[in-house]
């Protein structure tokens, strides 16, 4: 199996899908709508939140923080997760360029 070239595209659009790729499980966007209603999360609290192990929901989160959509820091024997602010905004600005992209054509196929 061939490797993806990733060269061929532009920094806005690798940084775009490496973010979605990120976030496209039903598990992270719950993991994040619980981190952003709360705005901070203890682990401990996902897993009585999500009905998910724990070793599910750290594997979540790990996938999320490697990426820089979270970041946590180390509460005693907890670790406390929040949105990384300025992942963040980069991900709201490049997802919104991309679907601002889009005009409706008045005629399509």
Not at 5 to 21: C, R, V, Y
Not at 34 to 49: K, R
Request: a neutral charge.
């Amino acid at each position: 199996m061939g490797l993806t070239k990733t060269e061929i595209f532009t920094s806005e659009q690798n940084q775009l899908a490496t973010l979605l790729k990120a976030i496209a499980h039903p598990a992270r966007i719950a993991i994040l709508q619980q981190i952003i209603s709360t705005n901070a999360c203890i682990c401990g609290d996902l897993v009585d939140e999500l009905g998910l192990a724990q070793a599910t929901i750290s594997q979540h989160l790990k996938e999320l923080k490697n990426v820089g959509i979270i970041q946590g820091t180390i509460e005693g024997v907890k670790v406390c997760y929040c949105i990384a602010p300025s992942t963040w905004a980069m991900l709201e600005l490049l997802l919104g360029n991309f679907l601002g992209s889009y005009k409706n054509p008045k005629s399509c196929c």
